[in-house]
């Protein structure tokens, strides 16, 4: 009778054990799922020392698209945003420099000191719009935006 007792209590352990290691992740803290960068609905993007955050695009009634978002440039050097496109159209943009010690360059909102406008865009709210943004020094930065309509939080962008 202790022999099955101990038999049972084995394939007890054993199966535990089994379960922990098949149900355990082996990535670590590297992990793909970890590492996602999506914060709300903007999305952030990098290119060397500059940081892209929360960008998106809001529509207007016109069917052009405003850019919302934060540029910030974390080097030493100054650099500067020469043009943003969406979709291959080009913007009519107005930025800052980007440096350090003059702040970011924020598209929209109440610190707005930069802005782009992208005239006959006609994304519709929810479409996902591909941005390249080009600088003075560093490489350009690609990344998908969402479009967001002109409502809620976003009812004054544009004005």
């Known amino acids: 009778m202790r022999k099955k007792n101990l038999k049972s209590a084995i394939s007890a ?70 043009a943003i496109t969406a979709n291959g159209i080009v913007g009519e943009i107005s930025v800052s420099t980007l440096d350090q010690y003059s702040g970011p360059a924020i598209f929209e909102g109440d610190s707005k000191n930069s802005s782009a406008k992208f005239p006959g865009l006609n994304a519709k709210p929810s479409d996902l719009v591909e941005i390249e943004v080009t600088f003075a020094t560093s490489a350009p930065m690609k990344m998908s935006a969402l479009v967001r309509a002109k409502a809620e939080e976003f009812a004054n962008v544009g004005n």
């Open 13 to 82: 352990l054993f199966g535990a054990l089994l379960i922990v290691g098949l149900t355990g992740c082996a990535a670590g803290p590297d992990a793909q799922t970890r590492n996602l960068r999506q914060v709300t609905d903007g999305v952030e993007a990098t290119s060397g020392s500059i940081k892209a955050l929360n960008v998106l695009l809001v529509t207007q009634e016109d069917g052009s698209s405003v850019l919302v978002g934060t540029f910030v440039n974390s080097a030493e050097t100054s650099d500067a945003i020469t």
